[in-house]
Every structure is written in structure tokens, then in C-alpha cells.
């Protein structure tokens, strides 16, 4: 799936989308603007510069549009997704919230990192080994089949 820039710049002026905030700005997106009400709000990973990164944006009309990150050189792994307000709707029933505290992001409440879903799992694992950290690819990998959690493997 391919980023529209110029959608992604006129969202991001649209919502007044704030920096280091993307699954606010994209919640926000989709609530907001009657345009983008049947998008898909996306929570993944991305890889910017050799960065592996949580990151949120949206999918719509086939393309990621990232009202945060207007960077061209980004590959995004899709991790968990929800189609339009009533996707973000349904988000409240998904349990965990009071044990995360917080709304966003969603990928919290399946535990450190995420990893308890397995959709977000393989977004981390394909994307650190797009940027070429396999080690660290391997360490959530086997975290995902029960063994120790990552963090306590990097070094």
C-alpha cells in the first residue's frame, strides 16, 4: 500500500495534527472528518531511517495516509486495525483498558508491547527484520511462543 503525501498534508493541516501524538491524530481523523469516517485506523509499527517505531495511521481508498509522519521513506507494518467510527467504537470493548490506564493505544492492553496480539506481533518481528535486526526479530519471536520478554534479550 502506497502513502498519498499530499493527503496526508492536507489531514494533517485539516485536524491540526500535533507531533509525537499520531494514534491521537488519527483517531481524530476518522471521528472528525466526514471524508475520512469509513477509514481504517491502523496501529503498527513503522521503519523510518532505520528506526523501528510504534506508530498509528490510517488506511483509506487503498493508501496510508500518515497525518503525523510526512516522511516519504517509510515502511509501515500493520499490526491492529479498525474500519471506520464503528470500528473505533468497538474499541471500548476490547478488555484492558483500565488495566493500561489509557485509551490510546489500543495495542496496550494485549500486554508488554503488545505482544499478546498476535496481529502486532508480527508487525514488531516484520519490522525489525526490515531494518535488518534480526536478533531482535528472533527475540519477539520466541517471546511470542512463551519464552522471556525481549527487553530482558536486547543489549
Given at each position: 500500500?502506497?502513502?498519498n503525501?499530499?493527503?496526508s498534508?492536507?489531514l ?10 499520531c494514534?491521537?491524530?488519527?483517531w481524530d ?9 469509513d ?13 523501528v517505531?510504534?506508530?498509528g ?23 491492529l ?5 464503528a ?7 476490547i ?5 493500561s490506564?489509557?485509551?490510546?493505544p489500543?495495542f ?12 502486532f ?29 525481549p527487553?530482558?534479550?536486547a543489549?
Amino acid at each position: 500500500m502506497n502513502k498519498n503525501i499530499e493527503k496526508s498534508k492536507k489531514l494533517r493541516k485539516a485536524i491540526r495534527a500535533k507531533a509525537s501524538q499520531c494514534y491521537a491524530n488519527a483517531w481524530d481523523a476518522i471521528e472528525s472528518q466526514e471524508d475520512y469516517q469509513d477509514a481504517t485506523y491502523v496501529e503498527g509499527m513503522a521503519v523510518v531511517n532505520g528506526l523501528v517505531l510504534e506508530h498509528g495511521w490510517i488506511e483509506h481508498e487503498g493508501e496510508i495516509v500518515d497525518p503525523t509522519l510526512l516522511e516519504v521513506n517509510i515502511a509501515y507494518f500493520p499490526g491492529l486495525r479498525f474500519k471506520g467510527r464503528a470500528g473505533l467504537d468497538s474499541t471500548w470493548r476490547i478488555p484492558g483498558m483500565l488495566e493500561s490506564g489509557m485509551k490510546l493505544p489500543i495495542f496496550y492492553r494485549f500486554g508488554w508491547g503488545g505482544v499478546g496480539s498476535p496481529e502486532f506481533l508480527q508487525a514488531i518481528i516484520l519490522a525489525y527484520r526490515f531494518a535488518a535486526m534480526d536478533a531482535m526479530a528472533e527475540s519477539y519471536a520466541k517471546y511470542g511462543s512463551g519464552s522471556a520478554c525481549p527487553s530482558t534479550m536486547a543489549g
